[in-house]
């Protein structure tokens, strides 16, 4: 077994070995509301759950020669945003939205994508999702890189309001095989669902 370590290495090379092992990873696709006005929506695949009381997830936003992303700048100055899960239907138009645009155009445009109002949060939501989250930031803490020059921002969102398709409930759970999420793996590569088991936790 190879032993390497990664301050020997360049950040891409552990870049490579991070992306390639922690897999699949849920895929939120966040949308932001600029000063300005305009809706930003870019997917993630750092992206996890981090709490259930309250409802926290986490959603981490890489910076571009140390320049915070659209998503990150916009969260910060409004103080929310809206994660939505990427799935079959809608991977594609995703993916459309992870395109470099100018600030003040907005990726629904481009990817095909409907905006809807959210409830308590004044960024807009996605029609083409099945589920999204509104989301307070709740915490934003930058990390990585050097003191003066961060890697990410690390957004923690807390959830105030979650919307649900009516044919993904069952007694309050998510039927995940109906919701059809996708993952992302590593270099251009994506995974649907597959084979399912379950095993007993140990008492």
Request: hydrophobic fraction near 40%.
């Amino acid at each position: 077994m190879a032993v390497i370590d990664p301050s020997s290495q360049s950040e891409r090379d552990n870049y490579k070995l991070l992306i390639g092992s922690i897999l699949p990873r849920p895929i939120a696709l966040v949308t932001t509301l600029s000063e300005d006005g305009v809706v930003n929506a870019a997917p993630f695949s750092y992206f996890n759950i981090v709490c259930s009381n309250p409802p926290l997830v986490s959603v981490s936003v890489q910076r571009r020669g140390g320049v915070p992303k659209d998503t990150a700048r916009n969260a910060q100055a409004s103080g929310h945003f809206v994660v939505h899960i990427v799935d079959e239907a809608n991977v594609e138009a995703a993916n459309a939205a992870a395109a470099s645009l100018p600030a003040d155009v907005s990726e629904l445009e481009t990817a095909g994508l409907t905006e809807v109002p959210s409830v308590k949060v004044a960024a807009p939501g996605i029609a083409e999702a099945k589920m999204r989250m509104e989301c307070v930031l709740e915490h934003s803490f930058p990390l990585g890189g050097t003191e003066g020059a961060p890697h990410c921002d690390l957004l923690i969102g807390r959830v105030v309001c979650f919307h649900v398709a009516d044919e993904l409930l069952h007694e309050g759970r998510i039927d995940v095989r109906k919701l059809s999420p996708v993952s992302r793996l590593a270099g251009s590569h994506y995974s649907k669902l597959g084979e399912i088991f379950a095993l007993a936790r140990p008492e």
